[in-house]
């Protein structure tokens, strides 16, 4: 299994950053995949969730209305479209599936 994001960034609060996560490895249309994101000095969290096929997500509440979780089973990629971003959504961003996690990108929010 092999997961590369990229996309992160550094932006200021109320911007845009859509990440990237290509696929390798495993049968990648069959498996719910996930965005997580480690802030400093805290622990790992899930951010957004989507089923194999891409009709159904879900949210972590502090992101809900904000981040859009889609997936190319074609592309064997799934993104993670943030709006409104916040100082508080500094992190390291990593998609995951399997117990499987890529190396992450780095999103910081600052003026």
């Known amino acids: 299994v092999q997961l590369v994001e990229s996309g992160g960034g550094l932006v200021q609060p109320g911007e845009s950053l859509r990440l990237s996560c290509v696929a390798s490895?495993?049968?990648?249309?069959?498996?719910?995949m996930s965005w997580f994101r480690q802030a400093p000095g805290k622990e790992r969290e899930v951010v957004a969730v989507?089923?194999?096929?891409?009709?159904?997500?879900n949210y972590a509440n502090s992101v809900k209305g904000r981040f859009s979780i889609s997936r190319d089973n074609y592309k064997n990629t799934v993104y993670l479209q943030m709006n409104m971003l916040k100082p508080e959504d500094t992190a390291v961003y990593y998609c995951?599936?399997?117990?499987?996690w890529g190396q992450g990108t780095l999103v910081t929010v600052s003026e």
């Open positions: 490895g495993f049968a990648f249309s069959t498996y719910v």
């Open positions: 995951g599936t399997l117990g499987y």
């Open positions: 989507i089923s194999s096929g891409g009709s159904t997500t």
